[in-house]
């Protein structure tokens, strides 16, 4: 099993910045993928950005050059650098494992960009 935590998320306005952290029970190097995605209100929830078990980094489209993904050398936290923020960025933003075939999830955590 995979627990994860979020921190981080607050209210920015548009053109700044936050620093989203996903804390893993486990070592993400034992985990397939881990990430980040966000639910806009009344929008389904998108994938953002993700490392895969290999390491890479992907993203989606409408982050790509804004959204930064990283890890902690200790190899538990997950980080997502959030720049040029805009307010449709605004949403919940959650912490995603896979390990084998199951997905979990944090609790979500609010981001809100004002104009």
């Known amino acids: 099993q995979v627990q994860l935590e979020e921190s981080g998320g607050g209210m920015v306005q548009a053109g700044g910045s936050l620093q989203l952290a996903c804390t893993c029970s486990r070592h993400i190097s034992s985990i397939n993928q881990v990430g980040w995605y966000r639910q806009a209100p009344g929008k389904l929830r998108q994938s953002l950005a993700s490392?895969?078990?290999?390491?890479?980094?992907s993203y989606a489209d409408s982050v790509k050059g804004r959204f930064t993904i990283s890890r902690d050398t200790a190899g538990t936290t997950v980080y997502l650098r959030m720049n040029s923020l805009k307010p449709e960025d605004t949403g919940v933003y959650y912490c995603h494992a896979v390990l084998g075939w199951t997905s979990y999830w944090g609790q979500g955590i609010q981001v809100t960009v004002s104009s």
């Open positions: 490392f895969t078990f290999g390491g890479q980094a």
